[in-house]
Nanobody
Framework: QVQVVESGGDLVQAGGSLRLSCTTS????????MGWFRQAPGKEREGVSC????????YYADSVKGRFTISRDNAKNTLYLEMNNLKSEDTGTYYC??????????????????????????WGKGTLVTVSS
């Protein structure tokens, strides 16, 4: 049984930092494109940052460029999102997504493709990030 579990969400003041983690089990982690999506209250879920299965080709939404850093540790089956200089508009539930590499042309180009998807192979249940201004 595949499990995708996020952690690290919290209440933080504007300008602060958080680190989200996503651990997986039941799948071969290094065969999956991984990403972070978020859903703000009353809005649709959007791709925030995604990364290819080899760790290359990181993609960032314009709203988080220069503030967020995505990384993965294939030995630990874990995806990370380092979030700095948080803003109130970063508030939302953050979801981890895993999508098998077979439908992608290359790891380096996979990030923006995954972040543009609405249907992926596996979703986590989400972790809440609240940024107070």
């Amino acid at each position: 049984q595949v499990q995708v579990v996020e952690s690290g969400g919290d209440l933080v003041q504007a300008g602060g930092s958080l680190r989200l983690s996503c651990t997986t089990s039941g799948l071969r982690f290094d065969d999956y494109v991984m990403g972070w999506f978020r859903q703000a209250p009353g809005k649709e879920r959007e791709g925030v940052s995604c990364i290819g299965w080899t760790g290359g080709g990181a993609y960032y939404a314009d709203s988080v460029k220069g503030r967020f850093t995505i990384s993965r540790d294939n030995a630990k089956n874990t995806l990370y999102l380092e979030m700095n200089n948080l803003k109130s508009e970063d508030t939302g539930t953050y979801y981890c997504a895993a999508d098998a590499y077979l439908s992608y042309v290359s790891s380096h180009r996979a990030g923006p493709v995954l972040c543009g998807k609405t249907n992926v192979d596996y979703w986590g249940k989400g972790t809440l990030v609240t940024v107070s201004s």
